[in-house]
Structure formats: C-alpha cells, structure tokens
C-alpha cells in the first residue's frame, strides 16, 4: 500500500512539473543588459518606464506555480539573498527543486527499507545550501584578496586625474571578477542618477562580509565630508589589508594541525557506527532498540555537537 501510494504522489508531481513547464519565464538578461548599458551611456536620468519594460517579475522565480508561493515567503527572500552572495545565477525555486530531488532517493530508501535512512534525506537537502555558504566563502576570501590590488589602481587613478566614478569604472574594466562585479554595480547606480554617497554605500550590500569593504566605503564617505588627500587614504588602507592578510594566512597555518585533529575527531564515531550497523546489525541494536540505549546515543550526540562548538569557537581568532 504504502509503495503505491509513494508512487501516486511522485507521478502528481511530476504531471505538475510538467504542465508548468509552460508557464516559465525565461530571463531576458542579455536584452536588459544592452538596454539599460544605452541608457547609462546617452547620460540620461533613469527611465522606470523603460526599465520596467524589460525587468519583470518573471525573472525572479523561473517556475510560475511555485513563485506564487514564494513571492512573500521571507525564508525564500533570505536564500535569495544567499545565492546572490555567493555569485549563483539560479532563482530560488530551481534551488529548492534541486535540494528536494538530492533528498528524494533517500525518503524512497526509508519507505522501502530503514527509516532511519530519512535523516540522510534531511543532510542531503541540506548538502545544496551547504555549497552555497561555501561558495560565499569562496568568493568574500578571493575578493579580499584581489581587494589591495584594486585599491591601489584606485589610487593610481585617482593620482592621474580621473573622478571617483572614472576610478571605478577603471577598475570594473581592469579587474577581474568577483571584484569588478561588485565596482559594476556601483558605477552603473551612479550612472543611472543614484547619488554617489547611496551608491558607495551599497558596496556592503554587494559584498556583505567583507570588512576590508567597510573600512573602505568609510573611508570614502568620511573624505568627502571633511576632505583630505583620499589617494593617500587608499594607499595606507591598502597596506593594512596586505598585512592583515599576511598575518591571517600565518594564523591558518599555526592552527592547522589543531583543526586537522578537530575533524578526525568529529568524523571518527560517526564512521565507526556506520561500518559497525553495515557488518554486524546485532551489535548496534542495543543502543538502537532499547530505551537506555537511545539516551546513551542522545547524550553522545549532544557531547560531540558541544565539543565541535567548542573547537570552532577556539579555533575561530578574528584578526
């Protein structure tokens, strides 16, 4: 019974996936690209009803019965703002399609078999947001390293003549990504007749966890406030970011070994359990079947979770 009524469910689904096939909006990035890149270009203020045009909401969910949904879902906000840190061009849907399908053999496993096999259901759908945060990592740890370098083209420029706004249009076009992305967005606010101050001010927003960016946007704004030479500036920031980075990347090293045993430490039991429930089922079901048993293995998880905390938060120096 069970098997089949699994079976009902996914075919709905799937009838459901399909039929909504139709409904999708394909993004029309390369058309807004070049129209809103003429607009920038003739100097003139920003046209809403020209860019509302070409922008829809469409573009924001790519399968129309789930976008629905998801419009006023905050969580759906939050993930959104998610892959966009982490430089993903994937609506929000798709993403929760693709969590779902990587949890979705392990729910058939635990119908048909064990249901303990719906806990590595519930890791699996957590394995893409996973990617996710790493990929921010990623792309924050390499921005900050292309970041002094930016700086000090910034203040070449700057020393050669050109505007703040032609000094960060030098570097959108000389950069490489993710740094010239994050300038773009900012020389093309400015280009559309944002203000300058609002516009330097959304760089955090680009880049939310990068501090060297902070420190930089501050700088900035207080030199237009109260004046001074801002190449100089720049120049003395960019030196400080070198040497942050000198001494985080010799902090890395120190810590290594530590958080090398860290790991084995973590993945050790885990393993151990597994191999042992694979070749001998019988050893493992006292502490599975039986009431002291289970809270034994409760109060082992809850100790390794307090000493992986323990370990992070040790190894965690910020600089």
């Known amino acids: 019974m069970m098997p089949l009524l699994v079976s009902i469910i996914l075919g709905f689904l799937c009838f459901v996936l399909v039929a909504n096939l139709y409904k ?22 920003p046209d809403n009803a020209i860019i509302s045009d070409f922008i829809t909401i469409g573009n924001e969910f790519k399968f129309g019965f789930l976008g629905k949904y998801l419009k006023d879902f905050k969580p759906a906000e939050f993930l959104k703002d998610q892959l966009y840190y982490a430089g993903l061009d994937i609506q929000v849907d798709v993403f929760l399609l693709v969590s779902a399908i990587c949890a979705l053999p392990f729910f058939l496993i635990a119908v048909f078999t064990t249901p ?37 083209l910034l203040s070449s420029s700057l020393r050669a003549g050109h505007s703040l706004y032609s000094a960060f249009d030098v570097i959108v076009k000389e950069m490489p ?23 330097i001010m959304s760089l955090t927003k680009t880049m939310p966890f990068s501090m060297d960016l902070k420190f930089f946007t ?13 190449a100089r500036i720049l120049d003395g920031l960019s030196i400080t970011i070198r040497e942050r980075f000198k001494m985080l990347g010799q902090l890395k090293a120190q810590t290594a070994q530590s958080k090398f045993s860290g790991i084995i430490l973590t993945l050790v039991p885990p393993l151990i359990a597994v191999v042992l429930f694979f070749l001998s089922p019988g050893y493992m079901d006292p502490l599975l079947h039986t009431q ?22 040790i190894l965690s120096i910020e600089i």
Not at 218 to 230: I, K
Not at 292 to 313: D, E, P, R, T
């Open 24 to 45: 999708v909006r394909m993004p029309r990035a390369p058309e807004i690209e070049k129209r809103l890149e003429i607009i920038k270009k003739s100097g003139e203020g």
């Open 177 to 199: 990504s993710p740094i010239n992305q994050v300038f773009k967005n900012t020389v093309d606010e400015i280009a559309f007749g944002i203000d300058t101050k609002d516009a």
């Open 218 to 230: 501050t700088a900035v704004l207080l030199q237009r406030e109260v004046g001074g030479n801002l």
């Open 292 to 313: 002291q048993g289970n809270i034994a293995l409760s109060v082992a998880i809850g100790m390794m979770i307090i000493g992986i905390y323990c370990i992070i938060k």
């Open 116 to 152: 303990y096999c719906i806990l590595l259901g519930l890791f699996a759908s957590s394995v893409p947001f996973i990617i996710v945060k790493f990929l921010i990592m990623k792309r924050t740890n390499l921005f900050t390293q292309q970041f002094p370098e930016a700086l000090d």
